[in-house]
């Protein structure tokens, strides 16, 4: 695919759990938390494609007349973070804090969900198959 995105427009942050909390000494804990953010995405694709790319990737085309060849739209997807924070409880302070987004394989053409594992042949979260149609 040729046409380009850019520009993220808008991350939301939903869905934060805590994974795991670890004590490290009497002064210090690890906490190891996931979020799922929603990523907001502009596009900006050839007329000629915008329809045929709003069927595929959930494109949501909010103006269809942006300049002579190009329409503009809107890609939400779905991204995981994975937190890493130690705290000082003495101090109440954070002592270290990490963000990773743990390696995915695509997202589900069906409800948007990231693939974690490149074998999977359905949807963890919508049961739906992911092989080509
Ligand atoms: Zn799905």
Request: proline share 4%; aromatic share 10%.
């Amino acid at each position: 695919m040729t046409d380009a995105f850019e520009d993220v427009q808008n991350i939301d942050i939903t869905d934060t759990e805590i994974d795991e909390a670890l004590e490290l000494d009497p002064n210090h804990i690890l906490l190891k938390a996931t979020a799922s953010s929603a990523v907001t995405i502009d596009a900006y694709v050839d007329k000629a494609s915008m329809y045929w790319l709003e069927e595929e990737y959930s494109l949501e085309i909010m103006d269809s007349d942006w300049n002579k060849h190009m329409a503009w739209g809107q890609i939400t997807l779905e991204l995981p973070l994975e937190f890493s924070i130690i705290l000082n409880l003495k101090t109440e302070n954070a002592e270290s804090f990490e963000v990773s987004v743990p390696n995915i394989y695509g997202w589900c053409e069906s409800c948007r969900a990231p693939i974690f594992n490149d074998a999977a042949e359905t949807c963890p979260s919508c049961n739906k198959s992911l092989l080509r149609r």
